[in-house]
């Protein structure tokens, strides 16, 4: 049973001390203060889970928060929700509509309770799983319960879950109802208005508390219309702690959380006066201390975007504006206020996040002014900063055709430098952009052959880290990793940038996708399985297998490589996914699908008992190949692009018998470009004319007998 909270420490037992001396005066006070056991539970004192109630300015202008309680659940209330809660995270119902009885007893039950089970620490989830399976009306049900409160983690999913009904009902109004005229219709666009207007002067304090943080940045993509992941929208609006609250199969029942929402006006006019109110009071030294917060960083990212994507570049002009009052020079020059500014920024660990969305938001002039002004003679030193160099890649993504083959020079001579320090993610930009504004990429792939070469050329594997554990570290003779012993430990972050830019160079034709099709064809067979079967690496034989910048020939090569292990690869959970891509792989070589897929008909048994092995023995159609081969060997050679091809069956079925004559699977294969009926109709043409033949040889009586044809 949770416990209410107490005061403890000094605090605490000098109360004590004076309850015990009779101090009349203490006790008087204390009554006072003491909240109402028997007040009811709609009443505004109360507050959601886990959470704050503002009550009030204090003496420094800063608001003062005083957790309220508000009751909790027995023993019984406990129990019963906590097996809701399991069943419905199991999802184990016949059907929607026995779930929907089910739900329905749930919120029968809770009524009345709704803010008990938020505060519950072994019931909130519970909260979180009733809101993604309620429908419309029960979530205004839910809004009008949590009215006058503020909650975290629940009004987080309340919120996510109810904006698309906003869409909705503005794209498809309702009807009013007809049979009950007396019921009062309730938009879900005034309930968020409403939730709104009660933050109303908070908005300030908000942005930096520890839990409404999170639900503000929520509540500003809702009236943005903005989707909630995707980009850097999931960064901004979860804690990297959060925990998955869902349902077992259903995910989030009417959340499409990476889509763009249409919003009435309202939303729009709502936004701005947030917008407004969130730098209300505030000069450029407190919001610039923002910058560096932790918890006020993420939100004032999230204020300059929406104000600069929503409102107009225009809007930066506005001397009130959050752009304005962040950076007031006007031009910022390498000797103005905001450039020292600027230059703290760029090697914070946390003011850099803001500075990347200055520099991705910022309107064209500001932009150009900042990197003629601060960036563009520096680009190859910031390139270099462990910290900077994620600043470079969204200026990187910015700049013009000739500005980029500028910087393009620049940072060349460093590459050696920010691959040694592995730096990949601006190599890996740099490459993008340059293959995006059509700048020659031969250079860059000499500096990273010569940063990667080894006795027999270019070693991908080093670029790849394949030869480290999955720790990061590299194997110890022993098997157990260096790591331990030296305590030198290697990021796993790092082999997911090695990866990420092999598969950069993969996507760009020409000299670098050739090198790294050059270096896998070079490879023993067990350093390919090796990588397959590496949840990172793995992505890196996908990529290569899929490109359009394979030649035939490669693929052709890479895939041999592949023989006698396919089996051994369709069991694992990460090498099944190379399998899969072999089958694209093999587009224009139907001769080598087949041969792939006669090696995973001779592990059938093995397969079919392994989840993995099950997907791809799907995937490559082989009930269909163990069926009926020839129609698998038709459709295989359709869609491999390979009219040249003849199987391995065909090559041997059409050898002529010992009595001369062509097998009837040879007659088969040749006519396997003809569709199901047309081979029906010469069937049936064929079989009249024999009869006709034999007709035509028969004796006079007996044509007579047989009558007309």
């Given at each position: 049973?949770?416990?209410?909270n107490?005061?403890?420490?000094r605090r605490?037992?000098?109360k004590?001390?004076?309850?015990?001396?009779?101090d009349?005066?203490?006790?008087?006070?204390d009554q006072?203060?003491?909240?109402?056991?028997?007040?009811p539970?709609?009443?505004?004192?109360?507050?959601?889970a886990?959470?704050d109630?503002?009550?009030?300015?204090?003496?420094d202008?800063?608001?003062?928060?005083?957790?309220?309680?508000?009751?909790?659940?027995?023993?019984?209330e406990?129990?019963?929700?906590?097996?809701?809660d399991g069943?419905?995270?199991?999802?184990?119902?016949?059907?929607?509509?026995?779930?929907?009885?089910?739900?329905?007893?749930v919120?029968?039950?809770?009524?009345g309770?709704?803010?008990?089970?938020?505060?519950?620490?072994?019931?909130?989830?519970?909260?979180e799983?009733?809101?993604?399976l309620?429908?419309?009306?029960q979530?205004?049900?839910?809004?009008?319960?949590?009215s006058?409160?503020?909650?975290?983690?629940?009004?987080?999913?309340?919120?996510i879950?109810s904006?698309?009904?906003v869409?909705e009902e503005?794209?498809?109004?309702?009807?009013?109802?007809k049979?009950?005229?007396?019921e009062?219709?309730?938009?879900?666009?005034?309930l968020?208005?409403?939730t709104?207007?009660?933050?109303?002067?908070?908005?300030?304090f908000?942005?930096?508390?520890?839990?409404?943080t999170?639900?503000?940045?929520?509540?500003l993509?809702?009236?943005?219309?903005?989707?909630?992941?995707?980009?850097?929208?999931?960064?901004?609006?979860?804690s990297?702690?959060?925990?998955?609250v869902?349902?077992?199969?259903?995910?989030?029942?009417?959340?499409k959380?990476d889509?763009?929402?249409?919003v009435?006006?309202?939303?729009?006019?709502?936004?701005?006066?947030?917008?407004?109110?969130?730098?209300?009071?505030?000069?450029?030294?407190s919001?610039?201390?923002?910058?560096?917060?932790?918890?006020?960083?993420?939100?004032l990212q999230l204020?300059?975007?929406?104000?600069?994507?929503h409102?107009?570049?225009?809007?930066?002009?506005d001397?009130k504006?959050?752009?304005?009052t962040?950076?007031?020079?006007?031009?910022?020059?390498?000797?103005?206020?905001?450039?020292?500014?600027?230059?703290?920024?760029?090697?914070?660990?946390?003011g850099?996040?803001?500075?990347e969305?200055i520099?991705?938001?910022?309107?064209?002039k500001?932009?150009?002014?900042?990197?003629?002004?601060?960036f563009?003679?520096?680009?190859?030193?910031?390139?270099?900063n462990?910290?900077?160099?994620?600043?470079?890649c969204?200026i990187?993504?910015?700049?013009?055709r000739?500005?980029l083959?500028?910087a393009?020079?620049?940072?060349l001579?460093?590459?050696?430098?920010?691959?040694?320090?592995n730096r990949?993610?601006?190599?890996?930009?740099?490459i993008e952009?340059?293959a995006?504004?059509e700048?020659d990429?031969?250079?860059?792939?000499?500096?990273?052959?010569n940063?990667?070469?080894?006795?027999?050329?270019?070693e991908?594997?080093?670029l790849?880290r394949v030869?480290?554990?999955?720790t990061g570290?590299e194997?110890?003779?022993d098997?157990q990793?260096?790591?331990?012993a030296?305590?030198?430990?290697?990021?796993?972050?790092?082999k997911?940038q090695?990866s990420?830019?092999?598969?950069?160079?993969?996507?760009?034709?020409?000299?670098?996708?050739?090198l790294?099709?050059d270096a896998?064809?070079s490879?023993q067979?067990?350093t390919?399985?090796?990588?397959?079967?590496?949840?990172?690496?793995?992505?890196?034989?996908q990529?290569?297998?899929?490109s359009?910048?394979?030649?035939?020939?490669?693929?052709r090569k890479?895939?041999?490589?592949f023989?006698?292990?396919?089996?051994?690869?369709?069991l694992?959970?990460?090498?099944?996914?190379?399998?899969d891509?072999i089958w694209?792989?093999?587009?224009?070589?139907?001769?080598?699908?087949?041969?792939?897929?006669?090696?995973?008909?001779e592990n059938?048994?093995a397969?079919?008992?392994s989840?993995?092995?099950?997907?791809v023995?799907?995937?490559?159609?082989m009930?269909?190949y163990?069926?009926?081969?020839?129609?698998w060997?038709?459709?295989?050679?359709?869609k491999a692009?390979?009219?040249?091809?003849?199987?391995?069956?065909?090559?041997d079925?059409n050898?002529?018998?010992?009595?001369?004559?062509?097998?009837?699977?040879g007659?088969?294969?040749k006519?396997e470009?003809?569709?199901?009926?047309?081979?029906?109709?010469?069937r049936?043409?064929?079989?009249?004319a024999?009869?006709?033949?034999?007709r035509?040889?028969?004796p006079?009586?007996?044509r007579?007998?047989?009558?007309?044809?």
């Amino acid at each position: 049973m949770p416990r209410e909270n107490k005061k403890r420490g000094r605090r605490g037992e000098e109360k004590k001390r004076k309850l015990e001396n009779g101090d009349e005066d203490f006790e008087q006070n204390d009554q006072q203060k003491r909240q109402r056991t028997d007040a009811p539970e709609d009443e505004a004192a109360y507050t959601v889970a886990n959470e704050d109630q503002y009550v009030g300015d204090g003496a420094d202008g800063a608001m003062q928060a005083e957790k309220v309680f508000f009751g909790m659940l027995d023993e019984e209330e406990q129990e019963y929700f906590r097996r809701a809660d399991g069943m419905l995270e199991l999802n184990s119902f016949g059907d929607a509509e026995e779930r929907n009885l089910f739900l329905a007893n749930v919120y029968r039950e809770a009524d009345g309770k709704e803010l008990k089970i938020a505060n519950s620490q072994s019931c909130s989830r519970l909260m979180e799983r009733l809101i993604q399976l309620s429908t419309p009306a029960q979530l205004k049900t839910l809004f009008q319960k949590f009215s006058g409160k503020f909650a975290s983690h629940c009004c987080e999913k309340l919120f996510i879950q109810s904006a698309p009904i906003v869409t909705e009902e503005l794209l498809h109004p309702p009807k009013p109802n007809k049979t009950n005229a007396d019921e009062i219709y309730v938009s879900m666009e005034n309930l968020f208005l409403y939730t709104i207007g009660e933050l109303e002067g908070n908005i300030g304090f908000l942005m930096t508390d520890r839990f409404a943080t999170h639900t503000l940045r929520v509540l500003l993509l809702v009236l943005a219309g903005e989707p909630f992941e995707g980009g850097s929208a999931k960064s901004l609006v979860a804690s990297k702690k959060k925990e998955n609250v869902a349902v077992n199969g259903m995910g989030d029942l009417g959340a499409k959380k990476d889509e763009k929402r249409a919003v009435p006006d309202s939303f729009a006019e709502t936004l701005q006066k947030l917008l407004s109110e969130s730098i209300a009071g505030l000069d450029t030294t407190s919001l610039r201390a923002l910058a560096t917060h932790q918890l006020g960083n993420p939100t004032l990212q999230l204020l300059i975007r929406l104000e600069l994507t929503h409102f107009g570049k225009q809007r930066a002009k506005d001397q009130k504006s959050i752009i304005r009052t962040l950076l007031p020079d006007e031009p910022i020059t390498a000797e103005s206020d905001s450039a020292t500014f600027i230059n703290g920024l760029m090697f914070d660990p946390i003011g850099s996040h803001l500075m990347e969305t200055i520099v991705q938001y910022a309107p064209g002039k500001m932009f150009k002014n900042l990197y003629r002004d601060l960036f563009k003679e520096r680009i190859a030193s910031l390139a270099r900063n462990e910290i900077a160099g994620y600043v470079v890649c969204k200026i990187l993504e910015r700049l013009s055709r000739e500005d980029l083959f500028e910087a393009h020079e620049l940072i060349l001579p460093q590459l050696g430098g920010l691959i040694e320090r592995n730096r990949m993610a601006v190599v890996k930009t740099l490459i993008e952009r340059c293959a995006v504004r059509e700048v020659d990429t031969q250079a860059i792939a000499v500096q990273i052959d010569n940063a990667f070469k080894g006795e027999e050329g270019f070693e991908i594997t080093k670029l790849l880290r394949v030869d480290e554990d999955a720790t990061g570290g590299e194997g110890g003779a022993d098997g157990q990793p260096f790591a331990q012993a030296t305590a030198i430990v290697q990021p796993k972050s790092l082999k997911t940038q090695g990866s990420s830019l092999t598969q950069a160079m993969i996507a760009v034709p020409g000299p670098l996708s050739g090198l790294i099709f050059d270096a896998l064809v070079s490879l023993q067979p067990s350093t390919l399985l090796k990588m397959a079967k590496d949840p990172v690496i793995g992505r890196t034989l996908q990529a290569a297998l899929t490109s359009t910048n394979a030649s035939i020939i490669s693929r052709r090569k890479l895939i041999q490589l592949f023989y006698g292990h396919v089996g051994e690869m369709a069991l694992d959970r990460f090498a099944s996914h190379v399998v899969d891509c072999i089958w694209e792989g093999t587009h224009g070589l139907a001769f080598i699908r087949e041969r792939i897929a006669e090696e995973l008909a001779e592990n059938e048994g093995a397969l079919r008992e392994s989840p993995c092995g099950r997907g791809v023995w799907k995937n490559w159609k082989m009930d269909l190949y163990k069926r009926k081969r020839q129609e698998w060997i038709r459709q295989s050679k359709i869609k491999a692009s390979n009219d040249g091809f003849q199987s391995f069956s065909e090559l041997d079925l059409n050898k002529p018998n010992p009595s001369g004559q062509g097998g009837q699977a040879g007659q088969e294969g040749k006519s396997e470009g003809k569709s199901a009926i047309q081979l029906a109709r010469e069937r049936h043409a064929a079989n009249k004319a024999r009869q006709a033949e034999r007709r035509a040889k028969a004796p006079a009586p007996a044509r007579a007998a047989a009558g007309p044809a």
